[in-house]
């Protein structure tokens, strides 16, 4: 064995000069930053609606904004460890040739023009799309994503690419090439994933708008931990051409592009620019040119809500995040009523069915060398254990333990034949259709309000043994609903503290071990002391294809709350300073 033996460890070596090398090639471009001036605050507290506005009144320059944007973007890397790959001189070059063409033609090059943006694992020709697998480093793209492509020729400035989980299959963020990305509001907690890099970012003011991407919460659960917005589209309605994807040809759940941004105004600015441009390279053969359609909202709105989905009672924040904006709509005479949806553990279990199917043979290929991070432990080595073990352990945990959701879910996921793959295909396929019946055209809900997770955030480590959390935000994605990310309000450590109705043990129905971790263990990850004044909000779902109402709708209920919650640009640094 000790020619193997040899191999692996000479590729460790060269692994760990990877990442050595890596890192120290961000830290010097990071240093290259333009230092923060004061005068960069006016541009880092407007929109992009703003900046586009100011750059063609001649009031402003593409080249101030991205340069303050940039030195800001410096400075949430400091604090949080967000950026990868850095196109600060690019971004520069860029700006100034914006700047040309608009004092040659005194026309803007589109709706975009002069906006910075950061993204998250998409190509941009001459960097790296790594995913933090030290294997994939030193690849440069050759091309632009689509995406990238289109933001640019409307006249968007990317400056900087963002951090992921290894594999993008986990809601924190961390991997052996880059490290841990933190939480702005808390350096305990994580930023979420997989689109934590983003988040963060964004969060801190560092970019005026982002692109993520969602399989089963990755745009919703890092917007929602960091305190910005987001949207989830519908399937199809933006290019995925250029995102790079650990298993790639992944379909049993279906991966989706979005924007992230500091306000509901730059949300809908970006589906208003990019919903309906052609992909002329047909590489995404999913894509579905549908264009903008501005929605026609009824003057009184519907909307059905929920604080508790049958697998783990929210906590106390998450669930007063949407009851505090069920009464916000009712004072403005819009309709709320309590709804129940299906069993969402059988969402899950369908979820875990397809994503398992392979062992996630696929998904880990790439990690060679690299140390598996141990988010990923769980999924991946409990999918591959022998059939005799998993039918033991399932018992142990339905019969011993007394939790029959977490033992359905063992059972789920395990190596599939490509029969029984397709058997939960159409079981997905059941399921989305019994959901629309029972809940959209039962009710005849405009759209529907709930929590993004039980939790406000996570500790660093916590998706370990809590991961089955995201099913909240992996049932809009079984049913492929648009859905926004819309902060509400703080943690509030003397209103959000537990009560005997988060201790008792009447949980027969949901998950007995999941709410013992979260509030009843000796050390219980809900903790509103230590979560006090960090960031919680809500889930806006819309049904399939109604993305623009869904903004709409965000847009209705963000006026409603108000302005005064600490959330938007300069947001962040506000909240801090007060």
């Known amino acids: 064995m000790w020619p193997f ?8 070596t060269k692994a760990r000069a990877v990442i050595e090398a890596k890192r120290a090639e961000r830290d010097r471009l990071v240093a290259s930053a333009p230092e923060f001036s004061p005068r960069h605050d006016q541009f880092l507290k407007a929109g992009a609606h703003e900046i586009v506005s100011r750059i063609e009144k001649g009031d402003w320059t593409a080249r101030e904004v991205v340069e303050a944007y940039i030195s800001q973007a410096a400075k949430a890397h400091i604090a949080t460890n967000c950026l990868t790959e850095v196109l600060f001189q690019q971004a520069l070059k860029l700006a100034e040739e914006l700047d040309a063409e608009f004092a040659a033609t005194k026309k803007l090059r589109g709706p975009l023009h002069g906006v910075p943006f950061s993204a998250k694992v998409f190509n941009i020709a001459g960097f790296d799309t790594s995913i933090g697998f030290t294997t994939w480093a030193n690849r440069p793209a050759t091309t632009d994503a689509v995406l990238v492509s289109q933001l640019m020729s409307l006249g968007a400035v990317p400056i900087a690419k963002t951090n992921v989980p290894q594999t993008m299959f986990s ?4 991997n052996p090439l880059w490290g841990r990305t933190t939480n702005p509001y808390n350096s305990k907690y994580t930023c979420g994933g997989s689109s934590g890099g983003e988040a963060a970012l964004l969060a801190m003011d560092g970019s005026a708008f982002g692109i993520g991407s969602d399989v089963g919460g990755s745009l919703r659960i890092p917007a929602a931990y960091c305190g910005v917005y987001g949207l989830k589209p519908s399937f199809g309605r933006v290019s995925k051409a250029g995102a790079q994807s650990a298993n790639p040809a992944f379909e049993g759940i279906k991966s989706v592009t979005g924007p992230m941004a500091r306000n509901v105004n730059d949300l809908e600015l970006f589906c208003q620019a990019i919903f309906g441009l052609q992909d002329e390279t047909h590489s995404d053969y999913t894509f579905v040119p549908m264009p903008y359609r501005r929605p026609d909202l009824p003057k009184r709105l519907k909307f059905g809500y929920y604080t508790a989905d049958g697998f783990a009672k929210a906590s106390p924040a998450a669930a007063r995040a949407v009851t505090e904006t069920v009464e916000a709509l009712k004072a403005q005479d819009h309709e709320c009523i309590e709804i129940e949806i299906p069993d969402v553990s059988d969402s899950l279990e369908i979820y875990l069915a397809l994503v398992s199917a392979d062992g996630y043979k696929r998904m880990t290929s790439p990690i060679g060398p690299d140390p598996m991070e141990p988010s990923l432990f769980l999924p991946v080595y409990g999918s591959r254990i022998p059939a005799l073990i998993r039918t033991f352990g399932a018992w142990v945990v339905e019969r011993i333990l007394g939790d029959k959701l977490f033992a359905k879910f ?10 029984e793959t397709n058997y939960w295909a159409e079981q997905r396929n059941k399921w989305n259709t019994m959901f629309y019946e029972k809940v959209w055209n039962q009710y005849g809900l405009d759209g529907i309000i709930c929590p993004v997770q039980a939790m406000p955030q996570i500790p660093h480590g916590g998706s370990t043994t809590v991961n089955s959390l995201v099913v909240s935000t ?15 309000t703080h943690v509030d450590a003397h209103k959000d503290q537990i009560t005997e109705a988060w201790t008792s043990p009447d949980s027969s129905k949901r998950s007995v071990l999941m709410e013992q971790r979260l509030y009843t263990a000796a050390n219980p990850m809900y903790n509103p002391i230590e979560m006090d004044r960090m960031p919680v909000s809500v889930q806006i779902v819309g049904r399939k294809w109604e993305d623009e109402k869904v903004v709409a709708m965000m847009s209705i209920v963000d006026d409603i709350l108000g302005p005064n919650r600490g959330f938007g640009p300069r947001g962040f640094m506000n909240h801090v300073t007060s």
């Open 171 to 174: 809601f924190e963020c961390n």
């Open 474 to 488: 992996a049932l809009y994605n079984l049913v492929d609903s648009p859905v926004g990310i819309l902060p509400v």
């Open 5 to 12: 033996s040899l191999l692996w460890s000479t590729d460790r």
């Open 410 to 419: 063992i059972r789920a996921s395990r190596i599939k034949t490509v029969s």
